[in-house]
Nanobody, 122 residues
């Protein structure tokens, strides 16, 4: 089964750090654009960060710019999201995605991970 497998979520205090991982499983998405989205309770899923298939272009939502870093380890077929200086408003389920079109909208992605919970306490 083709899927993206996430890990690394958890509970952290405000100001702390977490690193999320998203590994390919069943096939590789080496020529796909990749992204992280998140969904807080009662809210729509929103864009967090994305990386081009070559890894040369990175984009971030304004709310996480300067605190989060997206990266890709191509030999390991794994994408990461390093999250520093976490705030309570970062609390959400985080999803990784891969798609042929990419961009900052949900519709640009064809494959999604199962989601991993990140909870930031104040």
């Amino acid at each position: 089964q083709v899927q993206l497998v996430e890990s690394g979520g958890g509970l952290v205090q405000a100001g702390g750090s977490l690193r999320l991982s998203c590994a390919d499983s069943g096939r590789t998405f080496s020529s796909y654009a990749r992204a992280w989205f998140r969904q807080a309770p009662g809210k729509e899923r929103e864009f967090v960060a994305r990386i081009s298939w070559s890894g040369g272009r990175l984009y971030y939502a304004d709310s996480v710019k300067g605190r989060f870093t997206i990266s890709m380890d191509n030999p390991k077929n794994t994408m990461y999201l390093q999250m520093n200086s976490l705030k309570p408003e970062d609390t959400a389920v985080y999803y990784c995605a891969a798609g042929t079109f990419g961009g900052s909208h949900l519709s640009g992605y064809d494959y999604w991970g199962q989601g991993t919970q990140v909870t930031v306490s104040s």
